[in-house]
């Protein structure tokens, strides 16, 4: 007689541990990476010092993060997810209420480290793996709209925070008001739903994870959820770990790209070709083409999770063919100053844009298996979140020195060589699977 087996089906613990992560990403993540220019000048003209002592936090911010990486990797594996993601909720709290208290410069240097502890917790960490757990069916489409929430949260959040600055920004103290709404929203974004609303695997609370099949009769506990994976000493000896660490560290430059197309339009499109007399129309839009590269993220961060979970392949050809028609448009639309054209190479560009945080984990979950993902994926992230720390000075200076043909013409062979290595990983991985791959329980990882 036929097993009778059935799939598990969407329900409330699984919105619930999946809105866990949006709303973490939408308020923490959101304001962290898309919202602290709002009071670097402001702050810079109160304290009489250089804005770039200032934005220098964002830098520690970036190295904590990779310092942080296998340490809350080795916790995850090793203590309740709630205790670890919540204390980092507490974290990001304290640094921006503080932060609306500070008088002296260094006070945000330390602020930034305790960021970075957050930031790799709740935007890297905890919701690539919570939710590679939590669903078998759609994973792709929930990984994208989670990060897509970091688009969602920077657009509406910067709205917000202009309004509380207001007028008299340069000459008021109002970025503190600004900070003490930051780390209110972050109380109230983080902690309730990590204490409260996350768990480890569905395992935990009798259930399986979205689409998995339920054998009749099957005990669904967490020391029955039977995991595979390969050996973390295993995967460092492989060559294609290094390569999909390469891979990550071009999808990241690829990621801060966008951070310089304001510069590009001030500079180029913005102003009478030949001089650097402003154009006002024109200068009088220079947030438009960023505000579109925010959208389009939000957008190619939820299409490349749904493609990525139909085929890996899909995913990366979509992504690099729209990566290099964006630059293009960008680059050729500035230029000649067609703004359609330019805006909608700024749109199109979000699907490359998506990689580095939907496309990379899910490319690590599918070559190294789910036993060990946590311990695995955060080793990936050091060199990639360190390139990150790095890369944003480093492509000004390629501009400086060489010119924005070449800035553009360096983004189109980066996003060549991702599509190169992460083909080359992952069939190799794959094929590597059969032979590599053990088994082992939630609880055994304890």
């Keep these: ?114 960021i970075g502890f957050s930031q790799i917790t709740l935007l890297w960490l905890m919701t690539a793996g919570v939710l590679g757990r939590w669903f078998k069916k759609k994973l792709g489409f929930a990984l994208g709209l989670s990060y897509a929430m970091t688009g969602a949260g920077g657009a509406i959040l910067n709205i917000v925070g202009q309004i509380i600055l207001g007028p008299n920004l340069l000459v008021e103290e109002t970025w503190r008001n600004l900070y003490m709404v930051f780390g209110v929203i972050c109380l109230f974004g983080t902690i309730p739903w990590t204490a409260l609303c996350l ?17 009749e009769g099957e005990d669904v506990a967490e020391e029955h959820a039977v995991l595979k994976g390969m050996e973390p000493k295993v995967a460092y000896t492989r060559w294609y770990f290094y390569v999909l660490i390469i891979a990550g560290c071009l999808m990241n430059i690829c990621d801060i790209y966008p951070q310089h197309y304001t510069n590009f339009y001030q500079g180029v499109v913005a102003v009478i070709p030949g001089t650097q007399t402003a154009i006002p129309e024109l200068m009088a839009i220079s947030g438009t083409l960023e505000a579109f590269s925010m959208v389009g993220m939000m957008i190619g961060k939820i299409c490349t999770g749904i493609l990525e979970s139909k085929s890996i392949q899909l995913a990366l050809i979509v992504g690099i063919v729209t990566g290099v028609l964006g630059i293009c448009g960008i680059w050729l639309g500035g230029y000649n100053k067609i703004l359609p054209i330019l805006f909608g190479g700024g749109l199109i560009y979000g699907f490359i844009y998506a990689f580095v945080t939907t496309l990379l984990p899910h490319l690590t979950r599918q070559i190294f298996g789910d036993l060990h993902y946590d311990k695995i994926y955060s080793v990936i992230l050091i060199p990639v979140n360190l390139v990150g720390a790095f890369a944003a000075s480093g492509l000004a200076l390629v501009n400086q020195m060489f010119g924005w043909d070449f800035f553009f013409i360096l983004d189109i062979v980066v996003m060549i060589l991702v599509y190169i290595f992460c083909t080359l990983c992952y069939n190799a991985g794959k094929r590597d699977a059969a032979e590599k791959f053990v088994s082992g329980t939630l609880a055994s990882e304890k």
């Design 199 to 215: 768990r480890n695997a569905p395992e935990d609370v009798g259930l399986k994870a979205y689409g998995a099949p339920i054998a």
């Design 1 to 114: 007689m036929a097993e009778n087996v059935k799939t598990q089906k969407f329900t409330v613990r699984h919105f619930l541990v999946l809105f866990t992560c949006m709303i973490c990403i939408f308020t923490s993540s959101a304001i962290t990476f898309s919202c602290p220019g709002l009071a670097y000048r402001p702050v810079s003209m109160q304290l009489g010092i250089q804005v770039s002592d200032v934005s220098l936090y964002m830098s520690f911010v970036y190295l904590f993060e990779v310092i942080f990486s296998p340490i809350v990797g080795a916790l995850l594996e090793k203590f309740d997810v709630r205790i670890i993601c919540t204390l980092a909720g507490v974290f990001v709290t304290a640094a921006y209420l503080c932060m609306s208290q500070f008088t002296v410069i260094w006070q945000w240097y330390i602020a930034g480290v305790f």
